[in-house]
């Protein structure tokens, strides 16, 4: 038998994109690499893909808005991940990722930190993330370098972030101010309505067999 992880098969399977032949040769070729066991880390750096856990904080920092840590882990990720548009890429199979699990949380998925930052960011953010990071990942031949495209498209993410915010603000304080006028409004209205239930006419008991009406 040989030794193997979930991870590693599901990026054989990706990496040989529907093909059979292709996922079996890439099988036998982990395998050795491995030697004779499959880990997703071996498997990761056979295939030179990017590893999950720079990518997450990197989502972090955006979901954060901390720029300053979104620059300092892209000049991290330089010294061992060079090649960004292979690192764009992954974001985006992240993204994609981080959706299906919001969307339908019983879905396969055993990366504990896919699951706790799906649970942190909104589906709408992620979709937001995941459409400026498709065309970030076009426009990355037309940067100065690849690093800096891919800077830019992090940027992007967490520039959106506060415009996002600042429109819930305003629509909560838009309910506060209707809430607010609503409330005077009652107030306003209580005396009045007081005041005319004591000129309302009231029926006594009859006197002389006539009913007798008094304000």
Known sequence: KTPFDEPSLR???RAADGSMRDALSLLDQSI??????LKEDDVREMLGTISHEPLLALLKAVSDGDGESILQQVEDMS??????EAATDAMISLLHQLAVQQVVPK???DDDGVI?????LSMEDVQLYYQIAL????????SPDPRSGFEMILLRMMSFRPLREGMKLQESTASQNIASEES???SQLQPQQAKKKTVELTTVEPTNG???EQA
């Open 32 to 37: 050795a690499f491995g030697n004779n066991q």
């Open 184 to 186: 005077q409004l009652q």
């Open 107 to 109: 879905a396969q998925q």
């Open 135 to 142: 065309n970030g990942r076009r426009d990355i031949p037309l």
């Open 210 to 212: 006539k009913a007798t």
């Open 79 to 84: 010294g061992v991940t060079p090649d960004f």
């Open 116 to 120: 706790k930052l799906a649970n942190e």
């Open 11 to 13: 990026l054989i399977a």
